[in-house]
């Protein structure tokens, strides 16, 4: 990051950020929080709670996560009662496609399958250990972005049978200021054969490197996305860079000597909820958000440069995960326009 951007982001780090509202009637829908037992994931999780939704999903990694999530979100708002949101909490394993496809059959095969809003939030940030999932592709790279957008382009039809004209339904990827470091480890991307095996090898040494480039890569996911969802859109995709906010994940960050600096994990979720409930849905729909507002992604997206890789990366991704789920190309084939 630039020394004025980052600068610019350390201020910013320090400004209140609002409470989230919405004009919206949010009592008749349904939201998935991805990630939920920790962090942003669970503030986030708590306020929309408060909201009187119809249904909130949570995700956790296993049952027993899934158990204390629902029991530490209905503590925090009151909502054992019958008056409340009804919350769930359904495993989902972002370290294995199977448990992807597997949280999607499970909405499917619900009598109304109505999901109006998914906040796709879990994510990683490793050390320099290379760690691979049992899929044989890098941790960082499976859960913050082959992962997230198998879950994304699987849930889009609910997504879309669930908007109408007036509410489009909503998808908030959780992306983060550090993808403005990933255009620095992809020098010389041309000339390589395909992006994601390259990505998946060794050559990415660092937890932080492989971290940046997978928050990179989901930012131009939303924006290839964005560009082959029809106008007007019955889907509103964003990313959203919550800022530098007291998690676990920041503990275990070169960052967190910055902790001075950085927003408690309840601020930080404001970023998510917003996302997910904030009014004038439509400005947001295939931008960057930063502290509730659009933000200026990286300038590489847009040069002719990024937009080649961006493109590269998005035919191989559905190359990809079209032989992981025979769904995809279906997905593609009826909602998607070809650019
Ligand atoms: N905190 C920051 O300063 C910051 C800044 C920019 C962006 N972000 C982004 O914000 C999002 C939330 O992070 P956080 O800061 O709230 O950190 P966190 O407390 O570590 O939360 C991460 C969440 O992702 C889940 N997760 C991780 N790996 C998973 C997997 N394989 N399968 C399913 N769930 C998995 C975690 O579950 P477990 O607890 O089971 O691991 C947890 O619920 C992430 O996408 C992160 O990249 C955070």
Redesign the pocket.
């Known amino acids: 990051m630039e020394v004025l951007r980052f600068l610019r982001f350390l201020c910013e780090q320090r400004r209140p950020l609002p409470i989230p509202t919405t004009s919206d009637d949010v009592s008749s829908k349904v939201f998935m929080v991805?990630?939920?037992?920790?962090?942003?994931?669970?503030d986030a999780s708590v306020f929309l709670a408060r909201q009187k939704l119809k249904l909130l999903i949570v995700?956790?990694?296993d049952s027993t996560?899934c158990k204390q999530t629902r029991e530490a979100i209905l503590e925090r708002t009151d909502s054992g009662n019958n008056e409340g949101t009804a919350v769930e909490a359904w495993p989902?394993?972002?370290?294995s496609f199977d448990?992807v496809r597997a949280i999607v059959d499970r909405l499917a095969a619900r009598e109304d399958s109505q999901l109006n809003v998914l906040v796709a939030?879990?994510?990683?940030?490793l050390d320099d250990n290379f760690s691979s999932t049992p899929d044989g592709w890098e941790?960082t790279l499976?859960?913050?972005y082959l992962?997230t957008a198998l879950l994304s382009l699987l849930l889009l039809p609910y997504l879309i049978k669930s908007s109408t004209a007036d509410s489009p339904s909503r998808l908030a990827i959780?992306?983060?200021?550090?993808h403005y470091s990933g255009p620095k480890y992809l020098k010389g991307a041309r000339t390589w054969d395909r992006i994601l095996e390259t990505v998946n090898s060794k050559r990415f040494a660092k937890g932080a490197e492989r971290?940046c480039v997978s928050?990179l890569m989901s930012m131009m996911f939303v924006r290839e996305l964005e560009a082959r969802l029809p106008n007007p859109t019955p889907v509103v995709v964003c990313a959203i860079?919550?800022?530098?906010?007291?998690?676990?994940?920041?503990a275990k960050?070169p960052?967190r000597s910055l902790t001075f600096f950085?927003?408690t994990?309840e601020v930080?979720s404001r970023t998510l909820v917003h996302a997910a409930i904030g009014d004038e849905a439509r400005t947001m729909h295939g931008r960057y958000l930063s502290s509730c507002k659009v933000g200026e992604e990286s300038t590489y997206i847009a040069s002719p440069e990024g937009k080649e890789f961006s493109r590269r990366l998005w035919d191989e991704t559905i190359q990809l995960l079209s032989q992981i789920d025979s769904r995809i190309p279906e997905v593609v084939e009826k909602y998607l326009r070809s650019v």
């Open positions: 991805v990630g939920s037992n920790s962090g942003l994931g669970l995700t956790s990694r996560k989902l394993e972002m370290n448990s939030n879990a994510g990683v940030l941790l499976q859960v913050n992962s959780v992306s983060s200021v550090a971290y928050k860079d919550p800022g530098m906010c007291q998690t676990k994940m920041l960050s960052a950085s927003r994990a930080g």
